[in-house]
């Protein structure tokens, strides 16, 4: 406002001042005006231009920022999928041997398992194989069916079993043999072929 206030003073004192002045001055305002205007156009370009160059290096940059960031991306997971496919192997590896060592361990073991404790002292009379008349008299028990078994020591147990005479002989035999000790035997003594 106090511009505008100053400006149309100015502008009313050029009036009154006359028309050969008016006409110079009015020639100062025209030479001024294109010259201003061209600083402002220039100063304008300059400004897009700088712009332009400052936009094309961060697009550059970021360009090559990301260009840089793909690359050790790629890097790292190729690095990874390396890493756990070794691990994997390693662990694929381990696990055979565990597995191996395993078998080797219980195998033997398996075979052991399959004389019962109990039947020791059945092998003095009834042999190893099971094959052996006891005392010369008795059936030979090995190959017999697990249930038949079961049923006989069940009975030289009870005292109700005397095949051969000798029934009372069996039963001292069997009688501190418990249920799971009697099917541990059959199972093994009709597996005696
Ligand atoms: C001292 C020798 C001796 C021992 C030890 C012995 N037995 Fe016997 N076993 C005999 C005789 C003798 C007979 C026949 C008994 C009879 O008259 O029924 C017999 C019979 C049997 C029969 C019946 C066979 C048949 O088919 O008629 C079975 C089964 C048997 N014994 C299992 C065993 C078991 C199991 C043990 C170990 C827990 C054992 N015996 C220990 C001597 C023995």
């Known amino acids: 406002m106090k511009k505008l206030t100053v400006l149309s003073v100015v502008a009313a004192s050029l009036l009154l001042i006359g028309c050969g002045q008016e006409k110079a001055e009015q020639t100062k305002t025209?030479?001024?005006t294109p010259a201003?205007?061209?600083t402002v156009a220039e100063k304008a370009t300059k400004a897009v231009e700088a712009t332009k160059e400052a936009a094309t290096a961060a697009i550059e940059k970021t360009t090559q920022v990301a260009k840089?960031?793909?690359e050790?991306?790629?890097q790292t997971a190729t690095k990874a999928v390396e890493a756990t496919k070794e691990a994997a192997t390693v662990a694929v590896e381990k696990t055979a041997q565990?597995?191996?060592d395993i078998k080797e361990a219980v195998a033997p073991k398996a075979e052991e398992a399959v004389?019962?404790?109990a039947f020791a002292k059945c092998a003095g009379c009834h042999g190893k194989d099971g094959k052996m008349k006891a005392l010369g008299k008795s059936e030979i028990i090995a190959g017999q069916?697990?249930?038949d078994l079961v049923k006989k020591i069940g009975e030289?147990?009870?005292g109700t079993r005397n095949a051969v005479g000798m029934g009372a002989l069996m039963k001292g035999q069997v009688s501190a043999l418990s249920d799971a000790d009697i099917d541990a035997i059959a199972t093994y003594v009709s597996g005696l072929k």
């Open 156 to 158: 030289y147990k009870a």
């Open 30 to 32: 025209e030479v001024a």
């Open 145 to 147: 069916s697990k249930a």
């Open 98 to 100: 565990v597995a191996k």
């Open 36 to 38: 201003k205007t061209e």
């Open 68 to 70: 840089d960031a793909k």
């Open 115 to 117: 004389a019962p404790k």
């Open 72 to 74: 050790s991306v790629a």
